[in-house]
């Protein structure tokens, strides 16, 4: 069972952008630690950053990967950059839009920007446009094609069953 | 594009202070990829990428950084570069100097053939081109 830190891809275009969300939830176990209460202050939870480039990497990683039909095994190589300018905490929605840079057979570069809607102010009805948390560069290597001539298993364990229940559930066949 | 080598030269130095986030008084002409800049084999698909938005030119795979040598098993065999493989690459860079590279070719150790310099060149001859 693979972590899975988007909840559905709302937008696909095929090696060109994809779009996913994820909602945060105080059912989340790690907000709890992320961070506990303390003697003088109350618990503030904040959905790790780390997380947050999981959920793009992910995003990206399905961008990757259907550009070439899911036939390569995507593996995150490199992340440029990731600069976060505001945190994220429970009933809140993540948006993350990964754009493809460039592809060739060794691997991808991507770039791509987080975003988060709070879901108070869609209940009470205020204007909620989407509010930037980060920009993120990341670069994918397609493994098979690895410069150091390594071997891997043929089977496919990057894009597992997971991954396609969710495109599946997101309304987008392949 | 005309550019001189001074402004190609600063233009190489962004790219890789942004790529390897080194500092750029360490992109010297005489640096080494790997050995002084710390590269590793994601990072030279990443220069390419960065110099051909840089520069606006088209680099084909495997034309700065011959990886498809380096995926041959022929050419490599247990983490080392083979003397087929060396000669291969000798053809294919040959403005590039492979004497210290040759007493231990490792296969990690081969972005020590790429210098600052050895890219400046790469990068004029595609301008000029």
């Known amino acids: 069972m693979r972590w899975m830190w988007i909840d559905r891809i709302a937008e696909l275009d095929k090696g060109r952008r994809c779009v996913a969300v994820k909602n945060v939830s105080l ?11 303390a003697q003088e202050r109350r618990a503030l939870p904040v959905h790790p950053a780390t997380l947050i480039i999981e959920g793009f990497a992910q995003t990206a990683g399905i961008l990757v990967g259907h550009a070439r039909d899911f036939k390569e095994k995507v593996i995150l190589a490199k992340i ?6 505001r945190d994220v905490t429970a009933g809140q929605t993540l948006f993350f839009t990964a754009e493809l840079e460039r592809i060739d057979d060794t691997g991808a570069s991507t770039h791509g920007t987080i975003e988060v809607i709070d879901q108070t102010d869609v209940v009470s009805n205020t204007a909620a446009p989407r509010q930037p948390v980060g920009e993120i560069t990341m670069m994918f290597s397609h493994i098979d094609r690895n410069m150091q001539g390594l071997d891997f298993p043929d089977r496919n364990f990057v894009f597992t069953d997971q991954f396609f229940d969710l495109l599946h559930n997101s309304g987008i066949e392949i | ?124 001859s595609k301008l000029q081109a």
């Open chain 1, 80 to 85: 440029g950059k990731a600069t976060f300018s």
């Open chain 1, 27 to 37: 059912a989340e176990e790690h907000l709890h630690d992320h961070f506990p209460a």
């Open chain 2, 1 to 124: 594009m005309s550019m001189s080598p001074e402004e190609v030269f600063e233009k190489i130095q962004e790219v890789l202070v942004d790529a390897l986030g080194v500092d750029d008084d360490e992109v010297t002409p005489n640096a080494t990829l790997t050995g002084d800049l710390g590269a590793e084999s994601i990072d030279f698909l990443d220069i390419v990428f960065r110099l051909e938005k840089a520069f606006d030119i088209k680099i084909s795979q495997g034309e700065l950084f011959p990886d498809n040598v380096l995926q041959d098993p022929q050419y490599v065999q247990d983490g080392k570069v083979t003397e087929k493989g060396i000669a291969e690459l000798k053809e294919r860079l040959p403005h590039a100097d492979f004497s210290d590279f040759e007493q231990d070719p490792d296969v990690n150790k081969v972005g020590e053939i790429f210098t600052v310099d050895a890219i400046c060149k790469f990068v004029q």
